[in-house]
Structure formats: structure tokens, C-alpha cells
């Protein structure tokens, strides 16, 4: 009784979208228009037929319905179901882009053309950039961002802070304001540690923009003053020793270390009942790019990662896949023929 209601609530929500009613002459020739129809708000960010798609190509399916309905946001509906994009694909002139959001997302025309991006995305890793892992995959499809400036209120604070004798202490002294807005917090002491120098900027509208230099590894230290020559007498060489110990590895620090945790999480959720560990090789491809039967698992795994609560139905990945194998067929069909032209030619010149 409840899955009827809330099969009866989609054909609702269906009817009430804009769009999607029948016009005379079928479905034939609703087919094309449906995709020219659908066009990218920039003011909302979303492709006006995110709901249509969603319904068609989302799951679970009351969740959809409930939250095209209703108009939900976070956390049912997130920025790329908006978008058709259900993998977070970035702008690379994809089929079916529509344009992009502040922070390159594509916009796509139907569901379609981002399961068929994303199929392709992980061919090109899989294939060209020689990732086969979860984690390697996963740390170039979502890198790490660690951000550094955060706002109170509206009013952001930026603190530069350099050592004092170095290049930057130096710019930031020489651009000191009235009001102190550029001041040493600390002297160097009798021990020779430096001072600290800072600026506090309020970031208003009007706020003019620092332009602090970068300062490349060793620039900005102090020349040691040479040593003057002194004669000395010359060791006689030792001999080298026999066999020495390699040096260990040095352990670097993760910068993000809550980023690479989310890597992990990913990488764990794509290989989830496939028997492999998220450096192993997922298998989604063959040489010559026809899929495996992995790459479904791995595209509805990353697809629930990047939306959350909805995800991509299987039908939608099923029919990327499909589209990527006959992709590959007509490729080798082509390559075949192309072959098969080149070596009769010699043979007909010759007759």
C-alpha cells in the first residue's frame, strides 16, 4: 500500500512539471525538443530539467518524488542532481554541457550525457593516466582542498604573517599605514630568534588588495659571511666503507588529513562487494577500452559517494555502458576497414 502511494505521488509530481506534457504528434516528436528545451539558470544554478531527469533517472525513487514535489534541498537534493550531474563531472566540453557553475561543474542537457561523460572519464584514468585503483582514481576525480581563509559575520580576516630580516618583513614594513595597520609584534631578542611581523586586512568591499610576494625556498635569508681561507694539511683518503645501511624513508606529514580520510572513504565505497582493496585494480576495462563487468559497480558506487541520499538508478548506467561498447565496436569496425582498404590498394595498382 505505501509503494502504490508513492508510485501515485511520482505520476503526480510528474504532471505537475513543467515540460513534460505530451504534444500532438507522440513521443517521436517530443524526443528532440525535451533536450533543446532544457537550458541552464544561473541565478538558481540548476538546468531547468533536473526534476524530470531526477525522476527518470534517480533512486530510490519515493525519495525523488518527495523531493521534487516539495522542492527540497540539502541533503536530498545536492548541487549536481540540479545540474544532471550525477558523478560531479568538471567542464571538459563534454556532449550534452550546457555551461558551468562558479566552480566548474558541469551543466548537462539529460542524465544521459552525464553517465556517458563519467563512462569516459574512467576510461581516460583507467586507460591514459594509468590509474586502476579506487585511490588512485579517486584522488585525481576529487582532490584534496584545504581551505585556509575562513569568514565571521560577513567581515573575513587576513593575517600575513613573515619572519622579521626577510624579504616579506620587509614589503610589509615599507607599505606600514597610519593606525598601525602594519606592526612588529616581536623584537628579536638577545638570542638572535627573529621578531614576527603581521597585518590584519578587514576585507570590505573597498579593501585594497595586498599583492604579497612569494617567496621561493632559501630567498630572503641572509648570505652566512665566508670563511677565510686557511692552510691545512691534506688527510689521506679513507678507504670507503664496505657496506653501509640504506637511509629510511622519510615520513611527510599529510597536509589534509581529514581530505585524505574522505579519499579513503570513497575509494572504501567503490570497492564495497567486489572483493578488492582500494589499491588493488578495479578491472574496469580491457585493453582496447571495452568495459568489464566492474564498471557498473564502481559508476553506482560513485554516484551514491558524490549525492548522498539519492543515487544513479542502474538502468541509467547500464545504458552508458552500453553506449561505451558499441562506441568501441564501431571503432574497431572502422579501424578494420580502414586496414583492409590499405592492402587491397597496393593489389589493384598492381593490377
Request: charged share 25%; net charge positive.
Amino acid at each position: 500500500m505505501v509503494l502504490q502511494t508513492f508510485y501515485a505521488l511520482a505520476l503526480a509530481v510528474r504532471g505537475l512539471m513543467p515540460g513534460d506534457a505530451q504534444p500532438p504528434g507522440g513521443d517521436a516528436a517530443q524526443a528532440e525538443p525535451q533536450v533543446l528545451a532544457a537550458r541552464y539558470e544561473p541565478e538558481s544554478r540548476e538546468v531547468t530539467n533536473w526534476r524530470s531527469e531526477a525522476m527518470d533517472s534517480l533512486e530510490p525513487k519515493p525519495v525523488v518524488a518527495v523531493a521534487a514535489l516539495f522542492r527540497a534541498e540539502r541533503p536530498f537534493v545536492t548541487r549536481c542532481v540540479k545540474l544532471n550531474n550525477y558523478w560531479c563531472i568538471k567542464s571538459a566540453r563534454w556532449n550534452g554541457e550546457l555551461a558551468t557553475d562558479s566552480e566548474g561543474h558541469v551543466g548537462f542537457a539529460s542524465a544521459d550525457h552525464s553517465a556517458d561523460a563519467a563512462a569516459t572519464l574512467l576510461r581516460r584514468y583507467y586507460l591514459e593516466f594509468n590509474r586502476k585503483s579506487a585511490l588512485d582514481i579517486v584522488r585525481r576525480w576529487a582532490p584534496a582542498e584545504c581551505n585556509v581563509a575562513t569568514g565571521i559575520g560577513g567581515m573575513a580576516m587576513l593575517a600575513v604573517r613573515g619572519i622579521g630580516g626577510t624579504v616579506r618583513a620587509q614589503y610589509l614594513a615599507s607599505r606600514r599605514k597610519k593606525g598601525g595597520a602594519v606592526r612588529y609584534t616581536a623584537k628579536a631578542g638577545p638570542s638572535g630568534k627573529p621578531g614576527r611581523v603581521s597585518m590584519v586586512i578587514p576585507m570590505a568591499p573597498k579593501t585594497p588588495q595586498y599583492r604579497v610576494p612569494s617567496i621561493a625556498a632559501g630567498m630572503g635569508e641572509k648570505p652566512k659571511p665566508a670563511k677565510p681561507l686557511v692552510a691545512t694539511r691534506r688527510k689521506p683518503a679513507q678507504k670507503p666503507a664496505i657496506a653501509s645501511k640504506p637511509a629510511a624513508k622519510v615520513q611527510v606529514a599529510m597536509a589534509c588529513p581529514s581530505e585524505e580520510q574522505r579519499h579513503r572513504n570513497y575509494a572504501g565505497r567503490m570497492v564495497e562487494g567486489l572483493g578488492l582493496g582500494p589499491s588493488d585494480d578495479l578491472r574496469l576495462f580491457s585493453e582496447d577500452g571495452t568495459p568489464l563487468p566492474n564498471l557498473a559497480h564502481v559508476m553506482l558506487a560513485m554516484s551514491a559517494f558524490e549525492l548522498g541520499a539519492l543515487r544513479a538508478s542502474p538502468d541509467l548506467v547500464e545504458g552508458a555502458i552500453e553506449r561505451a561498447v558499441a562506441k568501441v565496436q564501431e571503432t574497431a569496425k572502422a579501424s578494420a576497414q580502414k586496414a583492409e582498404a590499405s592492402q587491397s590498394g597496393p593489389q589493384n595498382i598492381e593490377r
